[in-house]
């Protein structure tokens, strides 16, 4: 008998609304942020599991309220409780050896009349199980050692995308159909490079190395706790040494020079055993290596954040020098801005031309941000001049004040920063937090009501504006929630408390329009004549129609 022809099994398909590829901390939070919204996803990572390696250290209080209105962040709080007092820099020899000079971080500053949250240090390998577990329970789709090897949008670069997907542990092949593809894949991003989409920016500045490594750190530690500790010794010099709370487990982060010849490949198990060593200042120590990362101290920004039905978010949008502790961070705030604006997509709510504004918003704040980050590393490094020094912003400012004068309703002349203190209701910045008491006597944040739709907050006495809302609603075919202060939340003053509506710039009967991210939309000083006619107004142009 000849030879049966050989059947082709097609790899199976399946349908979702978004693929987000990349599971680091930015693919995680965008696969939570956008569960929150109701949306469908599935998230592809080629890795087994997440990151080993702590990567960033440092959360901003602005992470952690997304994070609080998503319900993730108790746990990162708790999970952080031991990194309280790692607050000593200093400059040594080794661990056990000399210290040049030392100094102590001040006491967390009184944030309370800024923001609900906290600013907190906890390893990204931390934070990553608690967010991807979040992610889980809200129902996302979350397929490590899953593969993104090509996609395609057959329809057109606006139309729906089908990636090819294969299992690295079985190499099975499967087709995912997605309305939208997200690139969460870090600063290399295969995604990007196949859109053809060129980054700017100064480049690369140093080639580094993080040497993850067991060892016991407590005798040399001697009851300090670090925050940075860079070791200067005869074999290593602007190494950088961090450690976790357990003090079993620290990393290494040292500069490798490619013009000299010098090559990851380099450090192979022996000589890191030998570099951890010096860096802990016990020649014998026993110490185990778990892991080498190489990677690259730059300065990148991608010059489109989107390309038709295709979105660029986290490293794959902007490679920020680590210097303030920005990258992370802001990766978070790119996911946390474009869920919504999917979610409010897909329901038919507002225009595609909504999504046009995450790269406007987004890509201005990533610029100024690297711009910052670098003015940090001149100034550590002791090269920033007089004039640089002076334009260096304050972390909180960078990290809980940065505006979007693009975002529709704002002034185009609005400030790209502000003072987290100054903020006062202004379209196009961030909503100020106001303590409250919520409808069920627990106590929280004007912060809390935000996050799955649009907020009209006003008055106790805002009968009109509460039928103000529901025209506005009806008319424009979009949710829209009425939040009346001192009837559905009532506030926590105190005598040097300014009061909600003085901190967001109207009067007593004036009325605020929130998005769904927190930032504010738009405002009414008092009551209008056609308080329904300017909301209608100034919904539909919050959702480009």
């Known amino acids: 008998m000849g030879k049966e022809p050989e059947i082709i099994q097609e790899p199976s398909e399946e349908s979702t609304d978004v693929l987000i590829v990349g599971g680091g901390i930015t693919g995680l939070s965008c696969a939570l942020f956008l569960r929150h919204h109701g949306v469908r996803c599935v998230l592809v990572e080629r890795h087994a599991s997440t990151s080993i390696h702590p990567r960033a250290w440092g959360w901003y209080p602005r992470t952690l309220e997304l994070l609080r209105s998503v319900g993730a962040e108790e746990q990162i709080l708790a999970a952080a409780a031991g990194y309280a007092d790692h607050r000593r820099q200093a ?3 080794s661990l056990a050896g000399r210290e040049v000079r030392a100094a102590m971080l001040p006491e967390p500053g009184d944030l309370r009349d800024l923001t609900p949250s906290r600013q907190i240090s906890l390893g990204q390998d931390r934070v990553e199980p608690i967010v991807r577990a979040a992610a889980s329970r809200a129902g996302a789709e979350l397929r490590f050692g899953a593969e993104l090897t090509s996609f395609e949008r057959p329809e057109g670069p606006d139309g729906p995308v089908v990636g090819q997907v294969k299992d690295r542990a079985t190499g099975a092949g499967r087709r995912i159909r997605a309305r939208w593809l997200v690139a969460a894949d870090g600063g290399r991003s295969p995604v990007r490079e196949t859109l053809g989409i060129a980054r700017a920016g100064r480049g690369t500045l140093q080639h580094q190395v993080s040497i993850l490594f ?27 040494l961090g450690h976790d709370d357990t003090l079993r487990r620290g990393t290494l982060i040292l500069r490798y020079k490619p013009e000299e010849g010098e090559q990851p490949e380099d450090f192979d198990t022996d000589r890191c055993v030998r570099l951890v060593r010096s860096a802990l200042g016990v020649p014998d120590a026993e110490v185990e290596i778990i892991g080498v990362l190489p990677w690259e101290l730059a300065a990148l920004t991608a010059e489109r954040y989107r390309d038709g039905s295709a979105f660029l978010i986290g490293d794959a949008a902007h490679v920020i020098p680590p210097i303030g502790g920005y990258g992370a961070n802001t990766g978070i705030h790119d996911a946390h801005n474009l869920a919504w604006k999917l979610a409010t997509v897909l329901r038919g709510e507002a225009d595609e031309a909504l999504l046009d504004t995450y790269e406007a918003e987004r890509r201005p704040v990533a610029l100024a941000t690297v711009e910052q980050a670098q003015l940090r590393l001149l100034t550590r490094s002791g090269r920033a001049d007089e004039q640089q020094r002076a334009a260096t912003l304050d972390v909180l400012t960078v990290m809980l004040g940065h505006a979007y004068p693009a975002a529709p309703g704002a002034d185009p002349q609005l ?23 919520m409808g069920d006597g627990v106590e929280g944040s004007l912060l809390d009501v935000y996050g799955t739709e649009p907020v009209l907050l ?21 949710r829209l929630r009425v939040c009346a202060v001192g009837s559905d939340v009532s506030e926590l003053g105190t005598p040097s408390r300014a009061g909600w509506h003085t901190r967001y710039g109207v009067g007593a009967d004036g009325a605020v329009l929130v998005r769904p991210d927190g930032f504010v939309a738009w405002r009414s000083a008092d009551a209008p004549a056609d308080g329904a006619g300017e909301l209608t107004a100034a919904l539909l142009r919050m959702l480009a129609r």
């Not at 750190?217 to 500790?229: H, N, Q, V, W, Y």
């Not at 502000?418 to 937090?433: D, F, I, M, Y």
């Not at 009109?464 to 008319?475: D, I, L, N, Q, V």
């Open 91 to 93: 400059t040594v020899e």
């Open 214 to 240: 067991r060892a016991d750190l407590e005798g040399p530690l001697d009851g300090r706790r670090f925050s940075i500790c860079q070791i200067e010794n005869d074999e290593l010099s602007g190494a950088v």
């Open 415 to 437: 400030p790209g920063f502000r003072e987290p203190g100054e903020l006062s209701g202004e379209p196009g910045t961030r909503a100020p937090h106001v303590p409250v008491r």
């Open 458 to 478: 006003c008055g106790a006495a805002g009968a009109a504006w509460r039928r103000a809302g529901e025209e506005a609603a009806e008319s424009a075919g979009a």
